[in-house]
């Protein structure tokens, strides 16, 4: 099998793969639950999955084109680093203070795990182009917005309005420090697939 077609076979795997994953959270006991659904996009876990499905997608229609121009591989390098970013959290941050049985039972052994590890491969294998670091910094991009968000949504809305700390980065107040960790964290990924 030819790059090409590897490519084309995983990108097409991880986008249906998510749509299917991410479309059960819209349905509970048989029923259309859209606000369930739309709840579930506050998580990074949930946002990153989607973001690189999309890449994904765009990637393999790309390849069977035959004309794959830098933004598809720009776009699928987002992408990778976004799940990657997950991936590394789970790992080192919430599997060892929730347990790693819970962040990998379920559709989050693909969302947390078998996702990732897709599209790292696909991308460092078959996909990746020659980039400057200047470029390879736009992999910070979606960790910096859902970071301004999470914020936002979490520290300084109005106490109603505000979401449950659900990844505890402000536990004892020390959201300065996750926050610098997470860009830190997304700055060596960001580093090691422009290396790679």
């Given at each position: 099998?030819?790059?090409?077609?590897?490519?084309?076979?995983?990108?097409?795997?991880?986008?249906?793969?998510?749509?299917?994953?991410?479309?059960?959270?819209?349905?509970?006991?048989?029923?259309?639950?859209?606000?369930?659904?739309?709840?579930?996009?506050?998580?990074?876990?949930?946002?990153?999955?989607?973001?690189?499905?999309?890449?994904?997608?765009?990637?393999?229609?790309?390849?069977?084109?035959?004309?794959?121009?830098?933004?598809?591989?720009?776009?699928?390098?987002?992408?990778?680093?976004?799940?990657?970013?997950?991936?590394?959290?789970?790992?080192l941050f919430l599997g060892p203070t929730q347990g790693y049985g819970e962040m990998?039972?379920?559709?989050?052994?693909?969302?947390?795990?078998?996702?990732?590890?897709?599209?790292?491969?696909?991308?460092?294998?078959?996909?990746?182009?020659?980039?400057?670091?200047?470029?390879?910094?736009?992999?910070?991009?979606?960790?910096?917005?859902?970071?301004?968000?999470?914020?936002?949504?979490?520290?300084?809305?109005?106490?109603?309005?505000?979401?449950?700390?659900?990844?505890?980065?402000?536990?004892?107040?020390?959201?300065?420090?996750?926050?610098?960790?997470?860009?830190?964290?997304?700055?060596?990924?960001?580093?090691?697939?422009?290396?790679?």
């Amino acid at each position: 099998m030819d790059a090409r077609t590897a490519s084309i076979i995983v990108n097409g795997a991880i986008f249906l793969a998510t749509f299917v994953l991410l479309t059960l959270n819209f349905r509970k006991e048989g029923q259309w639950q859209p606000r369930r659904g739309l709840k579930a996009f506050r998580y990074f876990t949930v946002l990153s999955n989607a973001f690189c499905a999309v890449t994904a997608l765009v990637m393999a229609i790309a390849q069977l084109a035959n004309r794959v121009a830098m933004p598809a591989v720009l776009l699928k390098y987002m992408g990778t680093v976004s799940v990657s970013v997950t991936l590394l959290t789970v790992m080192l941050f919430l599997g060892p203070t929730q347990g790693y049985g819970e962040m990998l039972r379920g559709k989050n052994l693909y969302l947390h795990l078998l996702g990732p590890l897709l599209a790292i491969v696909s991308y460092c294998l078959w996909e990746k182009r020659a980039m400057s670091f200047g470029m390879a910094l736009t992999g910070l991009i979606p960790v910096l917005v859902y970071s301004a968000v999470y914020l936002n949504r979490v520290i300084m809305a109005l106490e109603e309005r505000r979401w449950d700390d659900f990844y505890g980065f402000n536990r004892g107040g020390r959201w300065p420090v996750a926050l610098a960790m997470m860009l830190a964290g997304t700055l060596v990924v960001c580093v090691v697939l422009w290396l790679a």
